[in-house]
């Protein structure tokens, strides 16, 4: 269906993706979890988003999700993580035409020697602990859906001039 389309109307159809499609950011975060109750937290030292949160990153071009996930959590804390499972995701809009998406990931599988980088500093806590630090902004409400397997989105919009969170 599609092929007779592009060969029947080609120009229409690219118009048609091209007025349908926008510019993304594509970055993820991992909850490395153990099975006493302990997350791993990054106190990150970011001027712009400082605080605790996940490890994450850039998504590289050409880059898988996954592989972009190990790779982050591997350069930002020591550890060789295995298994990633993909748990939410997080976006809003940075422009007209653009948006910011972040892929959520968890596992309890990993090995190595922990070490902090120079995107902070990584350390172990009970999850029940985590609202005793600063928190990075926006992160109380992302770590509900890490923690919540009937969540799995997190959106922000401009409504008025102010933004608003809307859970899913």
């Not at 850039?58 to 990633?84: A, M």
């Not at 748990?87 to 190595?112: A, D, M, P, Q």
């Not at 990584?122 to 990075?136: G, T």
Request: glycine content about 8%.
């Amino acid at each position: 269906m599609l092929f007779f389309l592009l060969s029947k109307y080609p120009y229409g159809i690219l118009v048609l993706v091209m007025k349908l499609s926008e510019k993304v950011v594509l970055t993820n975060m991992c909850m490395i979890y153990d099975d006493d109750g302990n997350i791993l937290v990054q106190d990150k030292l970011d001027r712009s988003w400082g605080g605790v949160t996940f490890p994450g990153g850039h998504i590289e071009y050409d880059e898988s999700f996954n592989d972009s996930v190990i790779r982050e959590v591997k350069e930002e804390t020591g550890l060789d993580i295995k298994n990633p499972k993909l748990c939410g995701i997080k976006h809003w809009k940075i422009s007209k035409k653009s948006r910011y998406i972040v892929l959520f990931y968890k596992t309890n599988e990993f090995s190595g020697n922990l070490q902090s980088s120079n995107e902070g500093k990584v350390f172990w806590i009970k999850k029940e602990d985590l609202k005793n630090y600063k928190l990075a902004d926006g992160f109380e409400t992302m770590f509900k859906i890490f923690d919540d397997d009937n969540l799995s989105e997190f959106m922000s919009v401009k409504e008025n001039g102010n933004w608003v969170t809307k859970i899913f």
